[in-house]
Every structure is written in structure tokens, then in C-alpha cells.
């Protein structure tokens, strides 16, 4: 049935899309999106950070923007979850990966830290953005890994079981909101429990229902009672809530509607995962389009519709909404709904003047928070065996990383230069080092190269990425000499149990610069000063 709205109400409707951009300035596309469809709210990747200034200044004049046609701010949103995951890395203090927080993973004990520990980190990580101006953290994530076949979660997770989960991740989840953030619990009901990626394919959790209420929705059931901000949803299928297997959690009106406000009580805001990912933007294997998700998922409950890359969806995807309300697709009543919890977060955790905070933020990297993050860190690492012998010919073979802080860092063809490697620590201590970049999934001739190579190293470093995942990543450190072979698990820990006779095994839950650096020290022998 068709219903009329106001020119006011279309304006308004634009508050229920977050679009992304490309540049350390705002774009064309997005002042357009700002000034003409009133988009409620922008999210920030790797793609727009050069420094925090930079951050700062950007974040300034997209509020500006949005001043001259509105008067509710935009959210400025990020996902800063910690280690793997981090889109501002230079000049703002370290967190580690979610895993590396607890006392143990993959069976192995590490000293790991308290909750209180997480959660001032977390308070010291969102203070840092709240000073640039971003105003929402997509953190934390409440995924439980408990399937290490999983290719998206991983270390993104705080622990394999829902109570260690559900300690550490409200311990962030305070943390973030203490700093004036908005936090966001993730990927719900759960993306813990897949063997596939919904960046590229639309996973499904068979579970049934009194296993999910037990597990996969504990430490959102906690967040929810813990006044958590938003939830973003996940672009996996539940058949136990949503019996047609073609509609995942984020176009769901029994998972957001259903279950998520009406069993669970969940007052605050929904957000969309990206719908550009595949599960739901991909048509040619069984997703909807970017646009019509955009459309199903506010009529399923979401409060704000995630379109992260293209303009020409970001600007089709609010005309659709428009299009949905007017021909009473979706009521005027959950509009409105809608809109006032929108403007109840923004009143809460955007609404701060943000004229008022420093061109330069003055506060980040803060002596005594640099200290702190390294002590979390350094608890996080898992370390057996021996130390680097400097005098030892050295093979380094590293798995190509992109910056592949999250997946779409990778389809935006970010700098192969900044990848995680051990080489210039190596170089640093006058060690000679040769090192072999290989593929993920390294081919025959990769390997037979890097096996000719170990044949003359004295000591072997092996630098793995989820070699779990890759069976000629695996096969190819089962056929180094573990006598010589330093293994260091680069993402997923689980790696280290590939070679459980190697001279050295090492995880960190994370590749990135400054967890290396804790990792050179242990492997030299040098004690957390």
C-alpha cells in the first residue's frame, strides 16, 4: 500500500545509510552523499589514514560538510578491533589481536592478561580516535572461534568458548565506551562457527536452537544486558531461526526483528555488515544486489544500511529506501523508529561538539600507554625453545602479506611494501639473511626453490599465514629440517602445531611491526624491559 512522506521524512531517510570513500580528503561522491541525501554517517579503512592529523582534519571537515545541511552530526566510524585489524596503525597505541588478550589458545599456554588489562587498553585505543574525531568503533567482535577452519575470524576472536569470550570482549566493549565511543558488538548471531567467508561466499551455521542460545548468542545476550551500543549483523545463514537457507542473518526479519529485538530486548542500533561483501552483493551465486539488500535489510530491522565502496550503490541505495517507504515496503512507523535510535546515539556518543577538539591531537602515544600496550603484548606470545644464533646464515621465507588488515584491504590493492616481515630487525642485529617471499599457497617450483635454498641455511625462519588453511604451506614446512626451523605463526596460532619438533615456535596472534618487535627480542634473547 502506498503512503505519502513529507520532503522532511525523505531527507530523513538518508540517516539510515554509512557509505565509504576513497582519499585523505573527502571525495566528490561523498559531499554529494552528505549534501543531497543527507547520509546519516561515514565509515573510515586503511584507504583514507595517512596520519592522525590527517584523520583529524578529515574527520573535521566531513562534519563540516554535514553542518551545512544538517543538524545532527554524522557518525564517523572505524573498525579498530586491535592487531590484525587495525586501520590507523602510525602514531596511535598498539592493541594486540583479540586472541592474544586471554591466558591460552590453540591449547597452548600463554600468560595472558586480565579483563581489567583489556579494557583499559580498549578505553586507551578509543580515547586516541575519539580525538580524531571518529565517534563509533566497529568493535568489539563477539565471534567465537570455536571452528579453525574458520578463514575470516581467526584471531579477530577473544577465545574458542563463549565464556572467555564474553569476559574479554565486555571488558573492550567497556573500555571503548568509557573513552565516549560508541562500541559495536560483532558479527551477529555469530560468525565464529564457518568454514567459509562471507566476503565471498554466503556461510551457514546448522546449528539448532538451544545450542545457539548456549553458545553463539552468550556473549551477545551479555552485551545487550551491558548496554552495548550497536550490533552489526553477519551475513551468515541460520537455519534454526531463519529456515530459508538463501536469506542470511542481515536480511532476516526473524534474526534482527525476531530475535534480536523481540526475544533478546536489543534497544540500540543495528548496523549492516558491508553489503557489498558477496553473500549479499554477488548475484551470479545467489545474493540479492548491494541496493535491494539495502532495502531488505532496514525492512528486516536494521537501523543503518553499511554500502563501504561504491558510490553509484551508496546513491541508489537511499533513493531505493525512499522508494520501499513510499510504496509502504516499509512503514512510516519503523522509520521512524528507526530515525529516533539513530539520533539517540548520535545525542549520546557524536553529538560532543566536535568544533572543540584539537586541530592536533595532543594526547596519543602516550609514554605510559606505549608501556602498557607493550606489557598486554608481550603476555599474548607464545614462545618454545631457542634463541636466533647471530652467527648463523639465515633463511627468512615470509608468506606475501598484503596489509590485509580486513578483506577488502586486499581488493583495494593496498601496499605490498607494508607487509609484516622480520627482515629489518634482522638487519638491524647484523644477522645475514636471505629472504624467500612466497605465496599463501605456494606453488611446486615456490617450493622446490625454498627447499634448495634451506638446504645451505644454518637456521631457517619461517614466517607462516594461516598455513593451517593451505595444504602446500603446510607441506612445505613439514619438509624443513626441524632442527633449523624457527616457526612463527604470523596470524593463526594453530600453525605453530605443524612442526611440534621445530627448534622454535612462536605466535602472536598478529604480523604487525610492533609485535614483532617483541617477538625479534624474545627470539634474541632480551627480557620485557
Sequence with gaps: MSQLIS???????????????????????IERLIREQRIGGVILFRRNIDTPAQVAALCRRLQE????????PLLIGIDQEGGMVMRIEEGVTPLPSAMAYASGYASHAVAGCSPADCEE???????????????INFAPSLDINNNRANPVIGVRSFGENSPTVTVYGLAALRGIQA??????????????????????????????????DAVELAPFKAAIAAGVDAIMTAH???PAIEPDTQIPATLSRKVL????????????????????????????????????????????????????????????????????????????????????????????????????????????QAPSSLVFAKKVQSKGIFFAGQKLNVCKSTLLITVELLVRTEIDEVALGASKSARGTLLPFLQRAGIAAQELIIAPKPSDEEIAH????????????????????????????ELL?????VLIAGRNPYDIEIAPQAKTRVAACSNRPPVLALIFDRLMGIALQ
Design 257 to 364: 526483528t525476531g530475535l534480536l529485538r523481540d526475544e533478546l530486548q536489543f534497544n540500540g542500533v543495528i548496523v549492516t555488515d558491508c553489503l557489498e561483501m558477496d553473500a549479499i552483493a554477488n548475484v551470479n551465486a545467489g545474493g540479492v544486489g548491494v541496493v535491494q539488500g539495502a532495502v531488505q535489510a532496514i525492512a528486516a530491522g536494521a537501523d543503518i544500511a553499511l554500502v563501504s565502496h561504491t558510490y553509484a550503490h551508496q546513491r541508489d541505495a537511499v533513493e531505493a529506501l525512499i522508494l520501499a517507504v513510499e510504496q509502504g515496503y516499509i512503514s512510516l512507523t519503523e522509520i521512524q523508529h528507526k530515525l529516533q535510535r539513530i539520533t539517540q546515539l548520535k545525542s549520546l556518543k557524536a553529538a560532543q561538539d566536535w568544533r572543540t577538539l584539537p586541530q592536533q591531537p595532543a594526547n596519543l
Design 7 to 29: 520532503a522532511e521524512l525523505r531527507a530523513q531517510i538518508g540517516q539510515l545509510l554509512m557509505a565509504g570513500f576513497a582519499g585523505f580528503q573527502p571525495s566528490e561522491e
Design 121 to 135: 587498553l580498549h578505553r586507551i585505543g578509543a580515547d586516541e580516535l575519539r580525538q580524531m574525531g571518529i565517534n
Design 481 to 485: 629440517d626441524p632442527q633449523k626451523l
Design 236 to 238: 551468515v545463514v541460520f
Design 65 to 72: 560538510i554535514n553542518a551545512e545541511v544538517s543538524d545532527l
Design 179 to 212: 573513552a565516549g565511543l560508541a562500541a559495536t558488538a560483532k558479527h551477529f548471531p555469530g560468525h565464529g562457527d564457518t568454514a567459509a567467508d562471507s566476503h565471498y561466499a554466503l556461510p551457514l551455521i546448522a546449528h539448532d536452537k538451544s545450542r545457539l
Design 450 to 477: 625454498v627447499l634448495a635454498a634451506a638446504q645451505s641455511a644454518e637456521q631457517i625462519i619461517f614466517q607462516s599465514y594461516n598455513a593451517t588453511r593451505f595444504a602446500a604451506q603446510r607441506s612445505l614446512i
